[in-house]
Structures are given as C-alpha cells and as structure tokens.
Nanobody, 116 residues
C-alpha cells in the first residue's frame, strides 16, 4: 500500500526549530520528485521546496531559504524538513508530496504552530 505519513509538528516559540519527517511506504522515495508544502488558515497551499534526491538538486521558496533544509535517510525511506529560526508566519499545516513517473502522493499533513 502506497502511503506518505508526516510527523514532527507541534508548538514552538519564535526563533525555535522543528524537524518534520515524511515516511514513505510502498515505494522508494529516491526515484521521485519530493516537495514540502504548507497551508495556513485562510490561505492557499504553497510549495516551499522541491527536490530530486537522486540528483541532489533542491529549490527553496524565498520565504524559507536559509532557514529550512531537506534531508533524507534512504535506509528508512524517509525525508526530513529541518526548520530553524521559525517565525509566526510559518504557522501552517505542512505536507509532503511525491510526484513523477505516474506517481502523485500526499501525506495527511502535520500542524506547525509558531507562537510565544
């Protein structure tokens, strides 16, 4: 069964850090395009980064460049989103998305709230 499952969200103070995980089941992440998206209340879902792990290329949105980083553990078939220097405007539900070669998978999302 093909599945993506995010975890690691929570409440963090401004300036803090979180690491989100996205575990894939039923397929191997390394062969696809991977993106992290987020959706804040009342706003459209926005892409914040996309990457092809096998090529080592990653593109970051201006809003997160220099603060967020994607990494992966191929043995665990998991990608991570390290988020540093978090701001209140980073509050959103975060989703991982995998696509390419006929695949188009979304996780259920994990809530990140940045507040003092």
């Amino acid at each position: 069964q093909v599945k993506l499952e995010e975890s690691g969200g929570g409440l963090v103070q401004p300036g803090g850090s979180l690491r989100l995980s996205c575990v894939a089941s039923g397929f191997t992440l390394d062969y696809y395009r991977i993106g992290w998206f987020r959706q804040a209340p009342g706003k459209e879902r926005e892409g914040i980064l996309c990457s092809t792990l096998s090529l080592g290329d990653t593109y970051y949105a201006d809003s997160v460049r220099g603060r967020f980083t994607i990494s992966a553990d191929n043995a665990l078939n998991t990608v991570y989103l390290q988020m540093n220097s978090l701001k209140p405007e980073d509050t959103a539900v975060y989703y991982c998305h995998v696509w390419g070669s006929g695949a188009d998978y979304w996780g259920q999302g994990t809530q990140v709230t940045v507040s003092s």
